[in-house]
Structure formats: C-alpha cells, structure tokens
Nanobody, 119 residues
C-alpha cells in the first residue's frame, strides 16, 4: 500500500513562489510516474506536471517556464517549485503516483494541499 503526503501549501501573493512536497511510502516510488494535479473550486481536477521514473518531465501549457517538477528517489519525495504564481492558480494541489506493471496499473492520490494566491 502506498501513502502520499503533501505539504508546502499556503498563502502567497501574486508573483510569489511556493515549493510543494509529496512524500511517498512504499517501495515502488522509484519505478513510478509522479504527478501534480490541481482542482480549483467548481472546476475539474487538471494535470499540472508529471515526471517519469527516468526523470522525463511534462507540463501543462499554462505553467511551462514557471513551474518545475523534480524528484528525489532516495527520499521518496517529489517536488513542485512554483514561481510567478497567479490568483487563478488558487486550488488544492494533489500528488499522484502511477505505477504500471505487466499485470496492472496502480494509482494513488494524496489528500491535497491548499495553495491560495492572493494579495
């Protein structure tokens, strides 16, 4: 069983920065694709960024050049560095772990961390 615990959210002014953390339990972290998603009030959850086990990254167009996803397999942790934050990026940010084997795909979510961008 995998547990994901996010932290690092909070209140930040427009144009500011935050670094989110997601710590994972279990032994499959290094082989899994990790992702950050966000969900604003009244909106669907959307993909922000992903990083594969080989450290290949991808980003939503809206965050390219401002957000950076990274991982430390020794610490079972994935990070999301967010710069130049905008008010419309206020949302609950969720960590996701996806692990695929020959037989199945496992998908896990954290409980989320609130990010509020406001002056």
């Amino acid at each position: 069983q995998v547990q994901l615990v996010e932290s690092g959210g909070g209140l930040v002014q427009p144009g500011g920065s935050l670094r989110l953390y997601c710590a994972a339990s279990g032994s499959i972290f290094s082989s899994a694709t990790m992702g950050w998603y966000r969900q604003a009030p009244g909106k669907q959850r959307e993909l922000v960024a992903t990083i594969t086990s080989s450290h290949r990254t991808s980003y939503a167009d809206s965050v390219k050049g401002r957000f950076t996803i990274s991982r430390d397999n020794a610490k079972n942790t994935v990070y999301l560095q967010m710069n130049s934050l905008k008010p419309e990026e206020t949302a609950v940010y969720y960590c996701n772990l996806r692990y695929s084997s020959t037989w199945s795909t496992q998908n896990y979510w954290g409980q989320g961390t609130q990010v509020t961008v406001s002056s």
